[in-house]
């Protein structure tokens, strides 16, 4: 008898790591939609009621101060899916969630998710795999911007950025930059031209273009190989995607 092809068309890790009976369980409930940079996924305290894995792209985990003041704590990229919180009781945004770089997803509503979870072990296990690395990636996050240089850390999210655009060219300002690191403009600008100099990026109108990636990691802390690391551990070597 043959075996149907495995042709799930997507680069998210969570998706590509499942069990393909699995896949196809939730494969029908899966649409895909197109992120625009700007777009707000969710907003704080209110409801999350669909769920994005993303496929291309980065949407960034933003928190707001009272003066007005932002910094993002964290990304959702190709390795995860937003809101999982939804997931587990927890039905409302604790963070703003807006796209940074475009790209695409995958849609799904949280309590279709929910329930499939409730009916397949391994969606179950893989769910709570990414939870678990979406609190060990803010911890690794916390811990990089107090310890490590800003030259090191604008190179950890240059190649985050590198990752979810699967592209080596793609908009990324200096103020979100900035707001990345949660430093001044000034010294993101600083910053990227010593990053230009030394040949590992060209930046112009604000178009990032990588171009010495071996050396972007070689420059890069300790923080972008340790999450790797642990992603490989939870789902596997990543996977080419297919079809696309």
């Not at 959702?76 to 963070?95: D, Q, R």
């Not at 190179?155 to 592209?167: E, P, T, V």
């Not at 030394?198 to 050396?215: K, S």
Request: aromatic share 6%; net charge positive; proline share 2%.
């Amino acid at each position: 008898m043959l075996q149907k092809s495995d042709d799930r068309k997507t680069a998210n890790r969570i998706l590509l790591a499942l069990p393909p009976a699995t896949f196809e369980r939730i494969r029908s409930n899966l649409e895909h939609v197109d992120l625009v940079r700007g777009q707000i996924v969710y907003h704080v305290d209110l409801p999350i009621n669909e769920l994005y894995f993303v496929d291309r792209g980065l949407i960034s985990l933003v928190k707001t101060m009272q003066d007005g003041r932002t910094v993002e704590i964290g990304a959702v990229g190709i390795e995860g899916v937003t809101g999982c919180n939804a997931l587990f009781g927890m039905e409302s945004a604790i963070l703003e969630s807006i796209v940074q770089l475009p790209g695409s997803a995958l849609r799904v509503r949280a309590d279709t998710l929910r329930k499939e979870m409730a009916a397949d072990g391994a969606l179950r296990g893989y769910i709570q795999k990414y939870a678990h690395f979406a609190v060990a990636q803010l911890a690794q996050t916390a811990a990089c911007n107090r310890l490590h240089s800003l030259e090191e850390r604008c190179c950890r999210w240059l190649l985050i950025a590198h990752d979810n655009a699967r592209s080596d060219s793609f908009r990324l300002t200096h103020e979100f930059l900035a707001m990345m690191l949660g430093v001044q403009r000034s010294g993101v600008s600083l910053t990227a031209s010593i990053l230009q100099k030394a040949g590992l990026i060209c930046y112009a109108r604000g178009i990032v273009t990588v171009t010495d990636r071996p050396g972007l990691e070689a420059a890069a802390c300790e923080c972008y190989r340790a999450i790797h690391a642990q992603l490989d551990r939870l789902f596997g070597s990543p996977k080419k995607a297919r079809g696309l």
